[in-house]
Each structure stands twice: as structure tokens, then as C-alpha cells.
Antibody, heavy 120, light 106 residues
């Protein structure tokens, strides 16, 4: 059974850096074709894909946020970390991590999400 | 990456068919997926590769994709299907979500 869980701060101040961790079980991020992505959802708004890391260390980013985003993986710890710099109130959202397989090109298992509020 | 648009809302009577569209450039080449998100919950994948259903998803959910429009069809809509639905496109190794559609079951 695949599970993922997000963790990190619930509140960050404007201009600070957000670091979120996705801890997963039930699959290996060193297995061919496997990836983990991050998606966020501002309150009352649509889903936004942010970033994705694959088993082969290929990384993809949302073009409009590329300069602020970094995604890394620690295969031994079964974790994926998302870093978003220079936080703004518009970054207030629920952040999800999700499992993906390249042959499916869809996020088939999602974490419960973690809510991040940007406020001074 | 290109934009993907959906109608903000769709209303359907219980037992009838709900049709949700997803529009964008050349969507027929972009491996469309669909997600259901109920209030306060994480999204659930209901369709991938335009029309394939993951294990455990009821047969009343189906999909199609042609030209610039992909479609999610819910046949015999039930009250439990009331939710927000998002399409998602694979676009040159990046991913784009649609604007979302709220489905109300009357």
C-alpha cells in the first residue's frame, strides 16, 4: 500500500523560505519510472502543479516558479523535499505530495496535504 | 506550458449523465487525467490516459479526448459524485491542471 505524508511549518513570514518534506512508504524512489510530485491548492482555488522528481534524478518545475523552487530526494530516507523561496501571501495554500509513474503520467496516490499560511 | 480551461460548474439530476469538458491546445496529444476532489479531501484519480480507469473506480466514470477538448462523463450520477473535478494534461514533461468544475447533483 502506497502512502505519502507531508510535513512542515504551518505559518511562514513573507520573504522567508518554505521547506516541506514528503515522507512516503510502499514504493521505492529508485525504481525505474517512479516519481514524486508536489501540487498546491490556494484556498477556494484550483490545483497547481509545482515540481516533480523522478527515480533517475530528473527534475521538472512549474515554469512560472522555476526561480524559486527546488526539489530534492533522499532515497534512503524515503523522503522528497520541496523548497520555495521568498514566500508571499499568495503562496498560502494546501501543499500536497503525490506518487506518479512515468507510464501513467498521472498522480495516482496523494498525501493528505499540509496547510501553509504566509503572514507577518 | 499552455492553459487548460473547464466550465466552473455543472449541475446534473441524480441518475442522469454529467459531462465535463476540458479545453486547451492539442489536448489529444497530452495524456489527459481526471481527478475528483470532495470537500476537505485530497484529490482522487478517476481517469488517466484519456479514458483508462484506475482499479476501484466505478464504471460510470469514463473519458474521451479529441482535438482540443477532453471530456469526463459520469453516467448514472449519484449523490456521492458531487465534488470538484480537475483535468490534468501532460505537456512536454510538465503537468498542467485545469481550472476545475464543481459538479452539483440535484
Amino acid at each position: 500500500q502506497i502512502t505519502l505524508k507531508e510535513s512542515g511549518p504551518t505559518v511562514v513570514r513573507p520573504t522567508e523560505t518554505l521547506t516541506l518534506t514528503c515522507t512516503f512508504s510502499g514504493f521505492s524512489l529508485s525504481a525505474s519510472g517512479v516519481g514524486v510530485g508536489w501540487i498546491r491548492q490556494p484556498p477556494g482555488k484550483a490545483l497547481e502543479w509545482l515540481a516533480l522528481t523522478y527515480w533517475d534524478d530528473d527534475r521538472r518545475y512549474r515554469p512560472s516558479l522555476r526561480s524559486r523552487l527546488t526539489i530534492t530526494k533522499d532515497t534512503s530516507k524515503n523522503q522528497v523535499v520541496l523548497i520555495l523561496t521568498n514566500m508571499d501571501p499568495l503562496d498560502t495554500a494546501t501543499y500536497y505530495c503525490a506518487h506518479i509513474v512515468t507510464t501513467v503520467k498521472a498522480f495516482d496516490v496523494w498525501g493528505q496535504g499540509t496547510t501553509v499560511t504566509v503572514s507577518s | 506550458s499552455s492553459e487548460v480551461t473547464q466550465p466552473p460548474s455543472v449541475s446534473v439530476s441524480s441518475g442522469q449523465t454529467a459531462t465535463i469538458s476540458c479545453s486547451g491546445d492539442n489536448l489529444e496529444y497530452k495524456y489527459i487525467s481526471w481527478y475528483q476532489q470532495k470537500a476537505g479531501q485530497s484529490p482522487v484519480l478517476v481517469i488517466y490516459h484519456d479514458y483508462k480507469r484506475p482499479s476501484g473506480i466505478p464504471e460510470r466514470f469514463s473519458g474521451s479526448n479529441s482535438g482540443n477538448t477532453a471530456t469526463l462523463i459520469i453516467t448514472g450520477t449519484q449523490a456521492m459524485d458531487e465534488a470538484d473535478y480537475y483535468c490534468q494534461a501532460w505537456d512536454d514533461s510538465t503537468y498542467v491542471f485545469g481550472t476545475g468544475t464543481k459538479v452539483t447533483v440535484l
